[in-house]
């Protein structure tokens, strides 16, 4: 059994990430989107530089609140509170429901734009009166 299919640390993950992230302004706190989750998965499958400082973190918290674990690894192991912050960050706001709340569609296909076409700045004169007043820089000695 892995690290994250151990139901204790997910739970001790869950609880750092309710300190860093409360439910607090409308917003839900971090274990409300199930952060611990598949998501936490998918974060670690992507993010394997993180990986064994986030686990080494959490093996190191399990069975403390979310206040007390986050503050032993913030005095006593920096690198992993780093991998287990950013963790759950990323977690939160990977989630469908927070990314509808905050209205980010999340990431979208654009067209490549076309390199011959003129870009609009160029069209609607705004560069031109620049072009027209010339350098105005003052030489350096």
């Given at each position: 059994?892995?690290m994250t299919?151990n139901?204790?640390?997910r739970e001790?993950?869950a609880?750092i990430?309710?300190?860093?992230i409360?439910?607090a302004a409308?917003m839900?706190?971090a274990?409300?989107?199930?952060?611990?989750g598949?998501?936490?998965?998918r974060i670690?499958s992507?993010?394997?530089?993180?990986r064994?400082d986030f686990l080494?973190?959490i093996?190191?918290t399990?069975?403390l609140?979310?206040?007390?674990?986050?503050d032993?690894l913030?005095r006593?192991?920096?690198?992993?509170?780093a991998?287990?912050s950013?963790?759950?960050?990323?977690?939160?706001?990977?989630?469908?429901r927070?990314r509808?709340?905050?209205?980010y569609?999340?990431?979208?296909n654009?067209?490549d734009p076309?390199?011959?076409?003129v870009?609009e700045?160029?069209?609607?004169?705004m560069?031109?009166?620049v072009?027209?007043?010339g350098?105005?820089?003052?030489?350096t000695?």
């Open positions: 059994m892995s299919e139901p204790d640390n001790t993950f609880a990430a309710d300190f860093l409360p439910n409308g839900p706190s274990s409300e989107v199930e952060v611990q598949p998501i936490l998965d670690l992507l993010r394997t530089d993180l064994d080494r973190g093996s190191r399990v069975g609140n979310g206040h007390a674990a986050a032993l913030n006593e192991d920096p690198t992993a509170f991998a287990v950013l963790v759950a960050s990323a977690a939160y706001y990977m989630s469908d927070v509808s709340l905050i209205g569609p999340g990431q979208e654009r067209p076309d390199p011959d076409a870009p700045y160029v069209r609607n004169g560069l031109q009166q072009l027209n007043r350098p105005i820089f003052k030489p000695p």
